[in-house]
């Protein structure tokens, strides 16, 4: 079993990931206020990239299914929530 990892996002991605998990599944608004803190271990860390990728299917993709900006910034969201 892998060693949960510790690591902060930047203020811009708490920013977004706070907003995106209130606005899809609010109930896990306890493991956003846990990054950073105490490791999240890899079940906490894949429901959290399933929100984001949620909102990322949603929001993040232009007409040719080509990512935004802000798909750019959601994918850069989902990899740094591997390391949390």
């Known amino acids: 079993m892998t060693e949960p990892i510790r690591s902060s996002l930047s203020h811009h ?9 209130e606005r899809h599944v609010p109930e ?7 990054v950073g803190k105490t490791p999240l271990n890899e079940t906490d860390r894949e429901a959290l ?10 929001s993040g993709l232009d007409s040719d299914d080509e990512p935004t900006s802000y798909g750019l910034e959601l994918e850069a969201l989902i990899d740094a929530l591997g390391h949390c």
């Open 13 to 21: 991605m708490m920013t977004l990931l706070q907003l995106t998990v």
């Open 28 to 34: 896990l608004l306890p493991l956003v206020d846990a």
């Open 49 to 58: 990239r399933g929100v984001v990728l949620s909102e990322f299917l949603g």
